[in-house]
């Protein structure tokens, strides 16, 4: 209904413009041909203005507006898109969406309040935990594993001394050929 009496609205006043200041956009009056092919015969219920060698029809009884055009020796008329019913459309488009995604959330978030996972198979989050557990002292390695361990400790200790142990020297030998 509101969309009605906006489109008879807007039909008004693109008549009231057509009528105080038509001339200013008219080119020339539209023929008796013309107004009878465009009108279906019914001129009392458009207004016609001619526009850049095109023909603007609007009708008086639903406030449609269409440019007609000659194609063919014959006129097609298309109705002129408005831009409100388009808002509309993207309007209502959104909430739609968002009445989705809100409702996706709220699965979501409920889910997940009664312990439920919606995680996916093999997610970081499903996987069980690897390696020691936080009371756990045992490791993973075997016997074997700890000795060659255990060896390689050994061998940098070692290796670490010597290297000190050089050092020292060194610097002993400096200090003394200093004094």
Known sequence: MIRKSISAAFGIV?????????PAFAEEAVSE????????????????????????RVDRQNGTVSVCKQK???WRCNPVPLAEEAYLAEI????????R???????????????QSQLPPGSALDRPATGTKPGDQTSGMTSEDE???DRVLDFTETAMRRFFGMVREL???LDGSGN
Do not use: F, H, M, W
Request: hydrophobic share 35%; net charge negative.
């Open 101 to 115: 995604l809100t409702a996706r959330v709220e699965e979501l978030e409920g889910a997940e309040a009664n312990g």
């Open 14 to 22: 693109v008549c009231l413009s057509v009528s105080v200041i038509g």
């Open 92 to 99: 209502n488009t959104l909430a739609g969406e968002v009445e």
């Open 171 to 173: 610097q002993k030998d």
């Open 33 to 56: 041909e013309t107004v009878t092919a465009i009108t279906d015969g019914t001129p009392e219920r458009y207004s016609l203005v001619s526009v850049d060698g095109d023909v603007l």
């Open 147 to 149: 000795e060659e361990l």
């Open 72 to 74: 063919n020796e014959a």
